[in-house]
């Protein structure tokens, strides 16, 4: 079935770290991918998307890249804010079922001042 | 305009009785969908609505569990004889159409703690 991987955390980076939160799946047939964000006492909101191989998906200084040859989605910031502390979930919806979001286990960012 | 709401945002209830939760999605959108969020399984799929009908169940953890939509708009999911390990984040979430490029909007969810 589909899975996806992404990395344990918890990360703790200063404030204008360089952020990397790695992400690998594993689906049948061409999955569109996300990762969403929830924020502490806020509900999940998504933060960015992909839908085909080689798309980039950006928002917020987010940036992350469908690699349909490693199969991977990993989340890129250049300077992280204490604002961007939050868990972040890599997700992705197949053709065969696309309606439904399979998650990542989540990683806790927290970024220190 | 009013996002995804859920009801109650926490319920503790004693094991063996029976919890419903509630889910008010966005006015107009056609799918609902219930996830569950928990220390041990990360975040689930339960199941899926389109309009009143659910064609997937598939991720209901037993027949303990069930859930309905009435008016094409709220849902409930129904947890009959809690058991300890149904404690956990349940979260609905809306969307226009099921199809793959519609975004899932997701309301605050219902913290559920049985003890």
């Known amino acids: 079935g589909d899975s996806v991987t992404q990395m344990e955390g918890p990360v703790t980076l200063s404030e204008e770290a360089f952020l990397t939160i790695n992400c690998t799946y594993t689906a049948t047939g061409y999955p569109s991918l996300f990762w969403y964000v929830q924020y502490p006492g806020e509900g999940l909101q998504l933060l960015l998307k992909a839908t085909k191989a080689d798309d980039k998906g950006s928002n917020k200084g987010f940036e992350a890249t469908y690699r349909k040859e490693t199969t991977s989605f990993h989340l890129e910031k250049g300077s992280v804010q204490v604002s961007d502390s939050a868990v972040y979930f890599c997700?992705?919806?197949?053709?065969?079922?696309?309606?439904?979001?399979?998650f990542g286990k989540g990683t806790l960012l927290t970024v220190n001042p | 305009g009013a996002g995804v709401s859920q009801s109650p945002s926490n319920k503790v209830t004693e094991k063996g009785k029976d919890v419903e939760l509630r889910c008010d999605p966005i006015?107009?959108?056609?799918?609902l969908y219930w996830y569950r969020q928990s220390l041990g399984q990360g975040l689930e799929f339960l199941i899926y609505?389109?309009?009143?009908?659910?064609?997937?169940k598939s991720g209901l953890p037993s027949d303990r569990f069930s859930a309905e939509r009435t008016g094409g708009s709220v849902s409930t999911l129904t947890i009959q004889r809690t058991q300890q390990e149904d404690s956990a984040v349940y979260l609905c979430a809306s969307s226009l159409e099921s199809g793959g490029g519609y975004e899932q909007y997701f309301g605050p969810g219902t913290r559920l703690t049985v003890t």
């Open positions: 997700a992705l919806k197949t053709g065969g079922s696309n309606y439904k979001l399979t």
């Open positions: 609505f389109q309009g009143n009908s659910a064609p997937d």
């Open positions: 006015s107009g959108h056609t799918a």
